[in-house]
């Protein structure tokens, strides 16, 4: 099946998902396939977006990444790249970073995020596409410090 996904970004965390905002995000990936990475936990997203939200989908897989050796394995980079639609499980999002920082993982990201036009979802910001992002390198924020002070 060709696909035309369409960008777009879902930014949700710290409690349950909202359904509509996840089914606006499966719309967007045109029947293509949904790739779920985390950092931790388990396959929870495959069901709920392939069958539960009544959108279309050619396949959802979930790749845990839980150390930064996944950073150069061929078949995740792979998976990234051949994704229309990525979405971020959430956890600590210094995982993300620490992991994939300057690796091809990064590149994958930025490649479907950047050149394929694809739609994903990004808790976190690689590269240098924005003034300032959220690392949580130095642990969490709530969103009234966050919204008092952004940087």
Known sequence: MVSSP???TVLMGGASENDYAMRWFLERADGGDVLVLRASGEDGYNDYFYSELGISVNSVQ???CNSAA???D???IAQIENAEALWFAGGNQWDYISFWR??????AINFVVNEKDSHRWNECRFGNNGRAYFSAENGSATSAQSLYDPF
């Open 6 to 8: 369409t960008s777009g």
């Open 62 to 64: 979930t790749i845990v």
């Open 70 to 72: 996944a950073s150069i």
């Open 74 to 76: 061929p078949y995740l």
């Open 102 to 107: 300057d690796t091809p993982v990064e590149d």
